[in-house]
């Protein structure tokens, strides 16, 4: 998938539009429309998709049971309608891998742990840090630092900006929480989404916004919250926050108390 974006010329715009584009093929695990419309971005030049990131494209199909256009993620007009709002409570102490925790065992504080652990692992734009991440935040038998989602997000925006698997300070990526879910949740379980605001700046260049949502299992294990053992929750609709697409997915807004 990474090679959609080939050449070694100056990063441009419609380079940067296609990269976001990827991004939320990877992060959201989208359907395999998706693809396609980033095909369709970057016109005739013969561009060919690998035969793993159509498998894995196909297995996000499956699991997600419908479809989502790219249009969708990107800023629309604005709903004047109205939906809910969730009260995210702040960390109250650094855990492992540098991601905010002690939040109570609450949906709400399921949420925003899988707020701190997803940008705590994408913001850091780097593989290594990812997988730092993941293997200190999933349960046994859930995500690993070989097939976590989070971790496929950042090797992709590496690899497209043609940087190594330890970062560089060419690119910065900002996560911003703007809405969420509760699909559901028990006494110890939750599953939560989260529709973000994802910002990529490469080498200063003019940055560039898409949305891209996370949904994940979360099971309290003692003191915090863990992605759940398993596969990762279905995805959501990667929605812009306040567009008509975003109330119709269920999001509420996000209130982080202070």
Not at 97 to 122: C, H, K
Request: charged share 15%.
């Amino acid at each position: 998938m990474a090679r959609m974006l080939a050449g070694p010329e100056e990063w441009n715009r419609r380079r940067i539009q296609v990269l976001m584009c990827v991004v939320v093929i990877v992060v959201a695990a989208v359907v395999v429309g998706i693809v396609w419309s980033v095909i369709e971005l970057l016109g005739a030049g013969g561009t060919t998709l690998s035969s793993s990131a159509e498998s894995d494209t196909a297995a996000s199909d499956s699991r997600a049971g419908r479809t989502t256009s790219i249009d969708e993620a990107h800023p629309g007009p604005l709903s004047t309608g109205h939906t809910g709002t969730i009260r995210i409570p702040q960390p109250s102490k650094l855990g492992e891998a540098q991601v905010g925790t002690g939040f109570a065992q609450s949906p709400a504080g399921a949420l925003a742990q899988l707020i701190a652990i997803d940008r705590r692992a994408i913001e850091s734009a780097s593989v290594v840090s990812a997988q730092d991440v993941i293997a200190a935040w999933a349960a046994q038998g859930g995500p690993s630092p070989e097939n976590w989602s989070g971790v496929a997000a950042v090797q992709t925006l590496l690899e497209a900006a043609g940087l190594p698997a330890s970062g560089s300070s060419d690119l910065e990526i900002q996560l911003e929480p703007a809405m969420g879910l509760i699909h559901g949740a028990e006494a110890g379980t939750a599953t939560v989404c989260v529709d973000f605001i994802l910002t990529a700046t490469v080498a200063g260049k003019r940055p560039d916004r898409v949305a891209a949502a996370d949904c994940q299992h979360m099971d309290w294990r003692g003191d915090h919250w863990a992605i759940a053992p398993g596969e990762e929750a279905a995805p959501t609709p990667s929605s812009w926050p306040g567009t008509q697409a975003s109330y119709d997915a269920g999001y509420q807004w996000l209130e982080f108390l202070l």
